[in-house]
């Protein structure tokens, strides 16, 4: 416990901090508003340079005292967040471009394999397990920098992160090198806190990309020398660094895949990160960052109890929990609208924001038990009762890394959003792609960490079969389950209405009067031939206009709906004159999106 000399992080990451604000570099190195950042009025962004200082001068101070060796894995950790500072400190006074930034965490990651810091615990390939560690420490720097968007967010998380570490430096992992270095930058992001995250009070002052840039490399790096260096090839020992991470894995995660499907950069700023979604749901910021903190301090919990534990099986059932509710609150984070009025209309609890949707979080469940259900009944299927021990423990080596993979796969590919009643072709396409993507990811990911040991391939190969049946059975379960209840509840008491139109107007009444209670739709009329016969959401188009007489008789609808109000007037007669024959009442729908607000609010929109 000599490492407690990295105590003097705080009070000098605290001390540079307010000399800086009182030197002329305060005025002139400012973070000033912007359309896309969450901040209102200019801002120094010289917090990095004290977190640093801390940091450095604690490490310093633990060498001087013989408490911990200077070797090459904390010389190359400093030396690698020395890097990392210097070019994020001239990307905050200069603006550097990404490609420049880039370089400089490849730099700093390199030097880190170079000197031996790589994931060689859990892949036995030298060059694979130097380009993981590389792309896990310019992964981890880059989200990071990211998460550094709301005031006390990025240095909470970091220094949570860092304090799980250093207990896991004490118990399973001894390693006084990692335990110095994970309380200086916990202790060093503490001394900047009191200027940041500040009660009723906007920032004193910014890291900057000098902060944000340093503490993620150095946490990826913290989580390389903790766990995956040193230990074996547990499924405890490969969700330690990603569950103590997992809160800024998540924002990153999230952040990339919308700014991707809405065709903006990744590195470009924004207000669409976990945090602020969190203030858009009705969250306060401190709020937001309270509840950020709570879930990271209980994933790094359960990290550091599945060590302790040392059981396959409940970890596997933390797995359960933890991956089920990160689906469901990155799910819900993900569809919260972002308006351009910042300030919540109200206050919302923290456990209301985090189960807000109880549908999506049975949903979550459910698929556990499935994704569970189809990768054991593969086992079985090829292996029966004569699996090997390295057998099964390839197989529960693996199962957490297929259901990563499924639920990372799920998101993106729409699993967890939509109404399933109403699902269609493209929707089964989604479950088969999901699966298939998800099925490749974990294989590739177990085959480069893992001796098969006799494993066979084929065993995913049955899993993405059994997987796809199951997952797409729980999705269109829904479906089928209303069609046979109608049936034996019985028609009588729904609305039948056809609908003449087939376009957009009138796939749009569709989906509308699916969603009114007491409404059923029984076809569609239109004159485009390449549409006849063919089912529309369900529904099918059974002829044209000059066919409606033959129609109505066959359907017996109750309401005739015409959403193609500017069709010639010829053909209109004939859907007009063959409802009043049948006696079935016609309406026009006429849908208008640019009428003016003076004709529709009269005077009062003058």
């Known amino acids: ?317 933390g797995v359960l929990l933890t991956f089920a509710l990160l689906v469901q609150f990155g799910s819900l984070l993900s569809e919260v609208d972002r308006s351009a009025d910042l300030g919540p209309q109200h206050e919302r609890s923290l456990l209301r924001t985090f189960v807000a949707n109880p549908r999506r979080l049975i949903e979550s469940l459910v698929d556990f038990a499935l994704i569970t259900a189809a990768f054991s009944a ?36 729409g699993l967890y959003r939509g109404v399933w009643r109403y699902a269609g072709a493209r929707d089964a396409v989604s479950v088969v792609a999901a699966v298939v993507v998800s099925e490749v990811v974990a294989y590739a990911f177990v085959g480069l960490t893992q001796a098969w040991g006799g494993l066979p391939r084929s065993i995913f190969v049955i899993d993405a079969l059994i997987a796809t049946v199951l997952i797409g059975a729980s999705r269109f379960w829904e479906r089928g389950a209303v069609r046979a209840l109608s049936s034996l509840v019985g028609k009588s008491s729904r609305r039948r209405t056809l609908i003449v139109g087939a376009g957009r107007a009138g796939r749009s009444l569709l989906r509308e009067l699916r969603e009114t209670p007491g409404e059923q739709v029984v076809a569609f009329v239109d004159d485009d031939g390449r549409l006849r016969g063919r089912r529309l959401q369900g529904v099918p188009v059974v002829g044209g206009v000059h066919d409606v007489e033959r129609i109505l008789a066959s359907t017996r609808p109750e309401t005739v709906l015409v959403t193609i109000p500017d069709a010639p007037r010829e053909r209109l007669d004939v859907v007009v004159e063959a409802c009043a024959r049948a006696e079935v009442p016609c309406r026009f729908v006429r849908r208008e999106t640019d009428l003016d607000p003076r004709v529709v609010l009269g005077a009062a929109g003058k």
Not at 387 to 401: A, D, E, M
């Open 1 to 317: 416990m000599d490492a407690l000399a990295a105590l003097v992080a705080f009070p000098a990451s605290a001390g540079l901090i307010a000399l800086l604000l009182r030197t002329p570099l305060a005025q002139r190195v400012v973070a000033a508003p912007r359309h896309d950042r969450w901040h209102e009025r200019p801002t120094p962004i010289i917090g990095g340079i004290g977190i640093f200082g801390g940091f450095i001068i604690a490490l310093a101070v633990v060498v001087a005292t013989g408490a911990v060796p200077a070797n090459r894995e904390l010389l190359a950790i400093a030396g690698g967040a020395a890097i990392l500072f210097f070019a994020g400190l001239i990307d905050d006074v200069f603006s550097l471009g990404p490609l420049p930034k880039l370089a400089a965490q490849i730099g700093a990651s390199l030097l880190l394999v170079f000197t031996g810091l790589t994931i060689q615990g859990l892949i036995g390939n030298r060059i694979v397990a130097g380009t993981v560690a590389v792309l896990w420490l310019v992964g981890m720097t880059n989200a990071f920098n990211l998460l550094d968007n709301m005031d006390g967010l990025a240095a909470t998380l970091a220094a949570i992160a860092a304090g799980f570490f250093a207990i896991d430096a004490v118990t399973s992992h001894p390693n006084d090198v990692s335990l110095a270095i994970a309380l200086a930058l916990a202790l060093a992001c503490a001394g900047f806190l009191p200027f940041n995250l500040r009660p009723r009070r906007n920032a004193a002052v910014f890291m900057g990309d000098a902060g944000s840039q340093m503490l993620g490399f150095t946490l990826a790096a913290l989580g390389l020398s903790a766990s995956w260096k040193v230990a074996g090839t547990t499924v405890a020992t490969l969700l330690l660094p990603i569950l103590i991470l997992a809160v800024p894995i998540l924002d990153t995660t999230l952040v990339t895949i919308v700014r991707l499907l809405d065709g903006r950069p990744v590195y470009r700023g924004g207000r669409d990160h976990t945090s602020h979604r969190l203030v858009y749901h009705g969250l306060s910021e401190k709020r937001a960052v309270a509840l950020l903190a709570v879930v990271s301090v209980a994933l790094g919990t359960t990290s550091l109890a599945y060590e302790v534990l040392g059981n396959q099986f409940v970890t596997l059932i």
């Open 378 to 413: 593969a086992y079985y299927i090829r292996l029966q009762d004569s699996g090997t021990p390295w057998q099964r423990h390839i197989f529960l080596i693996s199962l957490p890394v297929l259901l990563f993979a499924r639920y990372a796969a799920f998101i993106p590919f």
